[in-house]
């Protein structure tokens, strides 16, 4: 089945810097989607990308569809402390049963 | 309503009781998902629900779970003989086209 690896699984950030996270896939998505968690809520829904080659921003956040619809990245800005929480990736592919698969998520924590 | 609402929002169970999970979609939108997500995991599919279509069951991890949906709307996600390893936060999405959203989640602890 289809495979998405997200990279890097944590990082620290400290205020004011920009961060960069990925995805990669085995196989093509029609759809690339990108939610933030906090803990204790569902995913709620940051960017979405449908065409590939895709750049879309939304604030703070950037994010990409790979022109070969195998990936996709997500920066994020000028971090700020609210920005902690855990990113996913998911991809969406019609052909595929219309299910997202997700990646395994960035945890994005505060530098102590 | 505006978003997905799930409830409960927290059950906590008896080891092999039965539970039932409710999610009522965004209203219009045809398909419904559930996911799983076990703590600090990502989230695992378990079954999608697409108009009159029959639904995609390829996730569901036992028989125990079984998820209907009826008048095209509300959902219900059922766990018979509820085990330990059942405890998780299962997550229902709604669509129209290509755009998913989610909702809070059901908090589901087994003891």
């Known amino acids: 089945g289809q495979q998405l690896n997200q990279s890097p699984q944590s990082m620290f950030i400290q205020e004011g810097e920009d961060v960069s996270m990925n995805c990669t896939s085995s196989?093509?998505?029609?759809?690339w989607l990108w939610y933030k968690q906090d803990p204790g809520e569902g995913p709620v829904l940051l960017i979405a990308l449908y065409k590939a080659g895709e750049l879309t921003s939304n604030g703070r956040l950037t994010a990409q569809f790979g022109i070969t619809r195998k990936d996709s990245f997500l920066n994020i800005s000028a971090s700020i402390p609210s920005d902690v929480g855990i990113y996913f990736c998911a991809g969406h592919l019609k052909a595929a049963g219309n299910k997202l698969t997700f990646g395994g998520g960035t945890r994005v924590l505060v530098k102590p | 309503g505006a978003g997905v609402s799930q409830s409960p929002s927290n059950k906590v169970t008896e080891k092999g009781k039965d539970v039932e999970l409710r999610c009522d979609p965004i209203s219009g939108h045809t398909a419904l998902y559930w996911y799983r997500q076990s703590l600090g995991q990502g989230l695992e599919f378990l079954i999608y629900?697409?108009?009159?279509?029959?639904?995609?069951k390829s996730g569901l991890p036992s028989d125990r779970f079984s998820a209907e949906r009826t008048g095209g709307s509300v959902s219900t996600l059922t766990i018979q003989r509820t085990q330990q390893e059942d405890s998780a936060v299962y997550l229902c999405?709604?669509?129209?086209?290509?755009?998913?959203?989610f909702g809070e989640g059901s908090w589901l602890t087994v003891v």
């Open positions: 999405a709604s669509s129209y086209e290509d755009t998913i959203y």
């Open positions: 196989s093509i998505f029609n759809t």
């Open positions: 629900f697409q108009g009159n279509s029959a639904p995609d």
